[in-house]
């Protein structure tokens, strides 16, 4: 069965820290894809990244970089240098080619970046 | 350009009332799909549009759900004779065409926060 798990549910942090967001997931397909999406307070799911299944290099975006590891099936977020701008709730997702696309999202974990 | 609309932005209905909601994806995207977020928790699939045929509708809570987009563009998910548990925000997405690379980024317009009194 197709699952997404982000077990922390919030983290604060104080600006300027690094804050690294898990995300493990589950599935049975080989070519799959996965997403980091941001929900700030306005309430609109702003896309961040994809990635297939078969890419495990490492991306970096600014202050933004991703860890991807099919050994562990975990894909984690890392934001450097955080900034009170950084407060959202984000969203890891998983969609399955062979299963329309369709997003499966995670419950999300509450950033609270404190100046 | 335009992202994906979305109307009514907030809904308050009474229990058993039909509500209609309206999504407005980007142009040129084949495919439509519609979510559902209850509160604290992630989006969850309700239903899936490729251009107007409506290829998934494994999500949808109950029969009084109903979805459509007829001419291909803009899609309505109406939901009749509305119950407490229906009050969530109601999230759709379009994207360029699913299963193929790059085309496949889904992009989510406002939602519309539904209220069942």
């Known amino acids: 069965a197709q699952k997404v798990t982000q077990a922390q549910t919030e983290i604060s942090v104080v600006e300027k820290e690094d804050v690294t967001l898990d995300c493990v997931y589950e599935t049975r397909d080989t070519t799959y894809y996965l997403f980091w999406y941001k929900q700030p307070p306005s309430g609109e799911l702003v896309f961040l990244i994809r990635?297939?299944?078969?890419?495990?290099q490492n991306e970096i975006s600014g202050r933004y970089s991703w860890n991807f590891q099919k050994s562990t099936s975990s894909f984690n977020f890392t934001i450097t240098a955080s900034q009170v701008v950084d407060s959202a709730v984000y969203f890891c997702a998983l969609s399955e080619v062979l299963n329309t696309d369709k997003l499966i999202f995670g419950t999300g974990t509450r950033l609270q970046v404190f100046p | 350009g335009a992202g994906v609309s979305q109307s009514p932005r907030y809904k308050v209905a009474k229990r058993g009332q039909d509500v209609a909601l309206r999504c407005d994806p980007i142009s040129g995207h084949v495919s439509l799909f519609w979510y559902q977020q209850a509160l604290g928790q992630g989006p969850e699939f309700l239903t899936y549009?490729?251009?107007?045929?409506?290829?998934?509708k494994s999500g949808l809570p109950s029969d009084r759900f109903f979805a459509e987009r007829p001419e291909g563009s803009v899609s309505t998910l109406k939901i009749q004779r509305t119950q407490q548990e229906d009050s969530a925000v109601y999230l759709c997405a379009s994207s360029l065409r699913s299963g193929l690379e790059i085309l496949n980024t889904q992009y989510f317009g406002p939602g519309t926060r539904l209220t069942v009194l």
């Open positions: 990635r297939n299944s078969f890419d495990e």
């Open positions: 549009f490729q251009n107007e045929a409506q290829l998934d």
